[in-house]
């Protein structure tokens, strides 16, 4: 080997030596969610709910993904599971964080001995409840156990480690027959059924809501309706959303289904005013915007909702007709938001008046005295706003008791029992971890924003299954745990919840098991609003936070929105009704206080929220402008002559809107013009020409402003400046004329007196004497011209007496 060639191979040996030992180093992060190798997902949990009468055996199956960047070898996965939940945060915090509280069902069974890149793999682990031979759960009492999925492998250039795991609730309303039981006696006996001597009263509310869709600055009368998307008439059709919700509950408290009614007393329907109203608007056909942001003057095309939105409505008033319905909030609107924009009529839209709509549309009187506080948190702000709507019981997230771990160690709780905050406001709590829960199912998880930071678990990679799984365990939790006080339970699940067709008969089979098995009794709305007043203990204002600040509209918004709404109120006051077509001056602008309300709604994602509100809050702002500037003085673009000191000042005013308006005219008229208040003037749809009374003392031109305001001062349209020529007599010129004119009438008689007296005249003495007096001319001249017209005629007759 020449010395080249060694010096070559020294360097390539030297190059792999540095190269190797990064390779072959373990992989950082190899634990779950530093660097993600591996995905559970779980399929099916069966059964779902462990009842006495239940298969023994819990079977659980799902997929292993790799997601990552690199093989894995030696993929295995075991279940595992905790004890049972004794609080309900602990629905919360058990699905993450540490895992020291799980110890295993069985060992670990190998799922793959290698999982390549995007490749997955099945795995079903089965395991009785209890067992004498072998591995079992070691479940002997009902309860909700957390259950854990757990995956185990080595990447590529690592180490064996945790890759992933997948959390879930188990509820056990009963433990079925221990293994190898023996006739029906022995089973009865092994079997373990639930302590149903402290029954809880149930009460559920079940949500039919939407985001805001109909397009914002489109004043009442407008037809037709427009939508910022048709994103509604798929939700309505058959397969939809809001379609899935309606069949669900309608399916679940029929005859067949529910006979002796127990879970429709139970269950309430939560809706939406706004959804009503614009469902009830698609109705009679609409069209769309093309732009989704666009404003009024947006090119549309045809809606395609028009008869899923007849079907979808028809359907909900009949079932109105035998289920309880509440009103949310309008538009589901931030109460917190509203207070600080203090404006008490749209507050009391949003709360009092949403009873009405809904009544007005389903045909149904809708229950009053409660409020629906929805995603946000109960503040004082709320409080305060709630307390100037009357008397009313808030179904608001109930406080933890304590952040984290209470002082002797037990785990915090959240305390629902009815609290006075103010002498017409009742709070009646529901558990925020539970709600959390409900919020999570479907396919669409998200977390609330009343959630303490404590309780928000991430919900979005787990698979509809585990997240189902989780709602169920959630929402038996209380009826399994008789200790538990008080022994009542408010079930809110968000108001835009999206749920399956398998999640939401999964949840009312839930509720529907539990009242049949004696673990819950229906507590019907009615009797809820009663008891709340009755045994609510007297507090201060409520202490908890404001909520999560992502989703917390800023100040230029709830600035803006006050500012609007104050223009709104002061032109509405300024409307008349129509007397051909019916429509108010109220209904004219309550589409566009509505529109206010939709841009605090709360049914946006927090990250949008902002962002939306101030688009829509830009629309209506120049709506209300332009309605503004719609009642207007016609500018004659020339000017005016007035032929006497009393000649009127014609004008002519404008109003493009639908309804009458009631004006004033605020003429500044300069010094020397006296102008009539013509008062109120009410300006019908059209034109108006008007003659107003002045009176005028000078002589030349002059400009006049005149501008219109409403009733109460509030500007109307563009002031218009008018030239005004004015050919009266001001009353210095007209003593001067009269004065010269008494002057010349004595001068006159003066010397017609002296003239017939055959008296000379002083001024004829001083005159020149060789000038001739005009008296005696204008006598000569009146003499020549009788003489030449006689001579005249005489020279135009014939002989014979006739004219030639």
Not at 741 to 747: D, H, I, R, T, Y
Request: proline residues 10%.
């Amino acid at each position: 080997m020449t010395g080249s060639a060694g010096r070559i191979l020294v360097a390539v040996l030297a190059l792999l030596f540095a190269v190797l030992p990064v390779a072959a180093a373990p992989v950082a992060g190899a634990q779950p969610g530093a660097m993600p190798f591996l995905r559970i997902q779980i399929d099916t949990v069966t059964p779902d709910i462990v009842t006495t009468t239940s298969d023994q055996t819990v079977t659980v199956t799902g997929t292993v993904s790799n997601i990552g960047d690199r093989d894995v070898r030696d993929v295995v996965i075991r279940l595992e599971r905790a004890e049972a939940v004794t609080a309900s945060t602990e629905l919360r915090t058990e699905l993450t964080g540490n895992v020291d509280q799980y110890l295993p069902v069985a060992d670990f069974i190998t799922a793959a001995p290698e999982l390549a890149r995007g490749q997955e793999v099945p795995f079903r682990l089965a395991y009785p409840l209890r067992s004498d031979n072998g591995p079992s759960m070691r479940i002997d009492a009902p309860g909700v156990y957390p259950l854990m999925v757990n995956v185990n492998g080595t990447p590529d250039y690592g180490s064996p480690a945790r890759l992933d795991d997948s959390r879930f609730l188990l509820p056990v309303l009963g433990v079925p027959p221990a293994e190898g039981s023996d006739g029906a006696g022995e089973a009865f006996e092994s079997a373990v059924p639930p302590d149903t001597t402290r029954p809880v009263g149930l009460t559920m509310f079940w949500p039919l809501a939407d985001r805001p869709r109909l397009a914002a600055g489109a004043p009442g009368g407008t037809t037709p309706v427009r939508l910022i998307d048709d994103e509604l008439a798929t939700s309505l059709a058959p397969g939809g959303r809001l379609d899935t919700m309606l069949a669900a509950v309608d399916f679940a408290t029929g005859p067949e289904v529910d006979p002796d009614g127990s879970l429709a007393r139970a269950l309430c329907i939560a809706v939406d005013p706004d959804l009503l109203v614009t469902v009830n608007a698609m109705t009679n056909g609409y069209v769309v915007n093309d732009a989704a942001d666009a404003g009024p003057t947006t090119p549309t095309h045809p809606g395609a909702g028009q008869q899923a939105a007849v079907t979808w409505l028809n359907r909900l008033k009949t079932l109105a007709r035998r289920l309880c319905v509440a009103p949310t909030t309008y538009a589901q609107a931030d109460l917190d938001a509203l207070n600080r924009v203090a404006d008490p009529g749209l507050s009391a839209i949003a709360t009092t008046g949403a009873g009405p709509i809904v009544d007005q549309i389903l045909g149904v009187p809708s229950f009053r005295g409660v409020t629906l506080v929805g995603d946000g948190p109960l503040t004082e702000p709320v409080v305060q706003l709630l307390a100037g709507q009357g008397p009313t019981v808030a179904i608001a997230a109930a406080e933890l008791q304590g952040p984290g771990e209470t002082g002797d160690g037990t785990p915090a709780t959240a305390d629902t029992a009815p609290v006075r905050y103010a002498p017409s406001v009742v709070a009646a709590p529901f558990d925020p971890a539970v709600g959390a829960a409900l919020a999570g199912a479907g396919p669409t998880p998200e977390s609330p924003s009343y959630v303490d930071p404590s309780l928000d678990i991430a919900v979005k990679q787990d698979s509809d299954t585990a997240r189902r799984q989780v709602a169920l365990g959630a929402l038996l939790w209380r009826s399994l745990n008789p200790d538990t006080t008080p022994r009542t339970q408010i079930l809110v699940p968000p108001l835009m919840w999206n749920l399956t067709a398998p999640d939401a008969q999964a949840v009312l089979t839930a509720v529907g098991t539990s009242i049949r098995a004696g673990l819950a009794i229906p507590r019907p709305l009615p009797v809820l609003i009663a008891e709340a007043g009755t045994t609510a203990r007297e507090s201060g204002p409520p202490a908890g936070a404001l909520g999560n600040p992502r989703g917390r509209f800023d100040s230029g918004v709830v600035t803006g929105i006050s500012a609007a709404t104050g223009r709104l109120w002061g032109l509405t006051a300024a409307l008349a009704t129509d007397e051909r077509t019916g429509l108010t001056g109220n209904g004219y602008t309550a589409p566009l206080r509505e529109d206010l309300l939709r841009a605090l709604s709360l049914s946006v994602p927090p990250d949008a929220r902002n962002g939306l509100a101030q688009q829509r809050l830009t629309t209506v702002g120049r709506t209300v402008e332009d309605l503004f500037n719609a009642v207007t003085i016609v500018n004659p673009g020339g000017s005016y002559t007035l032929a006497t000191e009393r000649s009127p000042l014609p004008l002519a005013l404008r109003n493009d809107l639908p309804v009458p308006i009631r004006v004033r005219l605020d003429i500044d008229a300069p010094p020397g013009m006296e102008v009539t208040d013509m008062g109120e003037i009410v300006l019908p749809p059209g034109f108006l020409p008007l003659k107003v009374p002045i009176e005028v003392h000078f002589t030349q031109r002059v400009a006049v402003d005149v501008a219109l305001r409403t009733a109460d001062g509030l500007p109307l349209g563009e002031p218009v400046r008018l030239s005004v020529h004015s050919n009266a007599y001001g009353k210095v010129l007209f003593v001067i004329t009269l004065t010269g004119g008494v002057v010349l009438a004595l001068l006159v008689g003066r010397r017609l007196w002296h003239r017939f007296r055959g008296q000379p005249d002083r001024a004829d003495l001083e005159a020149d004497p060789t000038r001739p007096d005009p008296i005696d001319v204008a006598l000569a001249y009146t003499d020549d011209a009788t003489d030449s017209g006689r001579a005249g005629r005489r020279a135009r007759t014939a002989p014979g007496g006739r004219d030639a």
